[in-house]
C-alpha cells in the first residue's frame, strides 16, 4: 500500500505514524512545505513570555525521528495539484523549483488551517504579525523582546494569552476585537466579566465591540483603525481565528460552506480511497449531535491516529468532540468543554439552561483553599448536558475533561448529581464541586 499524506500538520504526523504502525510494509509519504513538522503552536505566547525551557522542546517529533519510524518525508516540499479520483500528486519541490508527477493508492489530506486575514487597507503592513506556524513563532519572538507598546487583534484564546504574557513582561498592550466581551465564544458572560477584570488590573487597555477597519504604519509603529477609534503601538499581532486550508482539493470533495471537509465517522472523505484529518476538516460536535468547525490540536492528533486505525477498512469509529479546552491566564485557571453559555446555545439552536455556584474547593478548616466558580449548561425537556466551566487560581481544569465524557456519553444532570466522587480533605469538600453544580442544576429543574 503507497499512501500519500499532505501535510506535516498534527493530524498528519499522527496519520503516518498510525498507518506505519498498523500496516506492515505501508509505503507512507508525507509531503510537508516547511522544513518542521509537529510544532506545538499552543506554546507560542508561552514562549513570547519566556515560560519555556527550551523551543526545541515544542516539537514532539522531527523530520529525522519519522524517518527512523519508516516513514518517507518529502520537506520543503509542496504539493501543488491533486487529482483525487485518479491518486495523483502534482509535486514541487521549494529547493529547486523541480516538479514532479506521482499516484498513489491512497491520499490523507492533512492541510490543516491558515490564519483568518480579512481583507482590509493595510493587512499587509509588516508590523502586522501572525502567531501559527513555527516561522510565525520566531518571528514574534525575535521583535517582542525589545519593544515597549503592541496591540493584540483578537480576544479568544490566541489574542488572550498573548495580551496577558505581553503585559507580565511589561509591554503596553491593547486587546481589540468585534465582540463585546473578552473570550465571547470560550466562556460565559460572567467568566468574561472575571477575566476583564485581570486584564485591568494588570494595565491591559480593552477595546471590545469595535471592527477593524484598516492599518496605517507610522515611522515608529502602526496605527490600528476601528469603526469606533485609532490605537497606535509599536506592532499589532494579528488572532482572529482560522480557517480550513482546503483549497487545493475542495472542488473534488463534499465540504462545509467554509471549505472544511466531510468525512465519516471513519475519516473517509466523499471520494473513495481519500481520508481528511485535523483542522482541514469538519467534525462531529457531540453537544449539538451535528457536525461544526473546530481548529483544536486535540481533535487533529485522534483523527490522526484513526485514519490509521481505518486504512484498511472501517474499524474504529470517531466518537466526535466536546472541544474542551484550558487556559491559565494571570495564575488563574480556566478549564471548558462544550457550550458554555445559554446564548452559545441557543445561537446552536437548542434550548438551554445554565447554573453558576461558588464555593471553595476543599474544606475552610484546611489552612488554606480558594474559590471555585463552576457552572453548568444542559439541555431542557432532556436535562442532557452540553457543557461546563470552571475557573479557579486552584487547577480545576480536568473538571472540564469529566464533564467532557459526561457529554460524550450523553448524561443527564440528575445522573451527574449523583455520580461517585472520592472526598478528601486535601483535594475536596465532602460534596464535590462538581457534584455541586450538577446538584444545583438539579435543584433549579
Not at 506492515?24 to 515560560?51: M, Q, R
Not at 525551557?53 to 524517518?67: A, V
Not at 460572567?190 to 477584570?197: C, D, E, P, R, Y
Request: charged share 20%; hydrophobic share 40%; proline share 3%.
Amino acid at each position: 500500500m503507497k499512501v500519500a499524506v499532505i501535510g506535516g500538520t498534527h493530524a498528519g504526523v499522527f496519520s503516518a505514524k498510525q498507518i506505519v504502525a498498523e500496516v506492515p510494509g505501508a509505503e507512507v509519504h508525507v509531503f510537508e512545505k516547511n522544513d518542521t513538522v509537529s510544532y506545538l503552536s499552543c506554546g507560542t505566547a508561552l514562549w513570547i513570555g519566556d515560560n519555556v525551557s527550551s523551543p526545541d522542546r515544542m516539537f514532539y517529533e522531527s523530520p529525522e525521528s519519522m524517518k527512523e519510524q519508516g516513514i518517507h518525508m518529502h520537506m520543503n516540499t509542496e504539493v501543488t495539484a491533486v487529482d483525487l479520483q485518479a491518486k495523483s500528486l502534482e509535486i514541487k519541490s521549494l529547493a529547486d523549483d523541480s516538479t514532479r508527477q506521482d499516484t498513489f493508492d491512497k491520499i490523507v489530506i492533512t492541510t490543516g488551517s491558515k490564519t483568518l486575514v480579512p481583507p482590509i487597507p493595510g493587512i499587509d503592513s509588516e508590523k502586522i504579525y501572525m502567531s501559527k506556524s513555527w516561522n510565525d513563532a520566531k518571528r514574534l519572538k525575535e521583535r517582542t523582546a525589545d519593544i515597549k507598546s503592541a496591540i493584540v487583534i483578537g480576544a479568544g484564546y490566541i489574542g488572550a494569552e498573548l495580551a496577558e504574557q505581553l503585559s507580565i513582561n511589561d509591554k503596553e498592550v491593547t486587546m481589540i476585537d468585534a465582540a463585546e466581551r473578552v473570550l465571547a465564544n470560550n466562556v460565559s458572560p460572567k467568566l468574561s466579566g472575571i477575566v476583564a477584570q485581570k486584564y485591568e488590573d494588570h494595565g491591559v487597555k480593552l477595546v471590545m465591540n469595535e471592527k477593524v477597519v484598516g492599518f496605517e504604519d507610522t515611522a515608529d509603529g502602526i496605527i490600528v483603525k476601528t469603526d469606533a477609534g485609532s490605537y497606535e503601538a509599536e506592532l499589532a499581532i494579528l488572532g482572529i481565528g482560522f480557517r480550513p486550508n482546503t483549497d487545493l482539493v475542495a472542488d473534488q470533495l463534499d465540504t462545509m460552506d467554509n471549505g472544511a471537509i466531510k468525512t465519516n465517522e471513519y475519516m473517509q472523505t466523499s471520494v473513495e480511497d481519500v481520508y481528511a484529518a485535523g483542522d482541514s476538516t469538519a467534525v462531529f460536535y457531540n453537544p449539538t449531535q451535528a457536525y461544526d468547525y473546530i481548529p483544536l490540536a486535540t481533535n487533529a492528533v485522534r483523527q490522526g491516529m484513526l485514519v490509521g486505525r481505518n486504512i484498511e477498512k472501517p474499524t474504529i469509529a470517531y466518537q466526535g468532540t466536546q472541544a474542551s479546552s484550558a487556559v491559565e491566564l494571570y495564575e488563574t485557571a480556566i478549564g471548558t468543554t462544550g457550550i458554555t453559555s445559554v446564548e452559545g446555545a441557543t445561537a446552536k439552536g437548542i434550548d438551554a439552561d445554565s447554573i453558576s455556584i461558588e464555593e471553595d474547593y476543599r474544606p475552610d478548616f484546611m489552612l488554606s483553599t480558594t474559590e471555585v466558580v463552576a457552572s453548568l449548561v444542559w439541555e431542557k425537556g432532556t436535562r442532557r448536558i452540553i457543557g461546563a466551566e470552571f475557573l479557579s487560581a486552584h487547577d480545576v481544569t480536568q473538571a472540564a475533561n469529566v464533564i467532557s465524557l459526561a457529554i460524550e456519553n450523553k448524561m443527564t444532570i440528575d445522573q451527574l448529581a449523583m455520580s461517585d466522587f472520592f472526598f478528601q480533605p486535601n483535594f475536596s469538600q465532602p460534596i464535590n464541586y462538581i457534584s455541586s453544580v450538577a446538584m444545583a442544576a438539579v435543584a433549579k429543574v
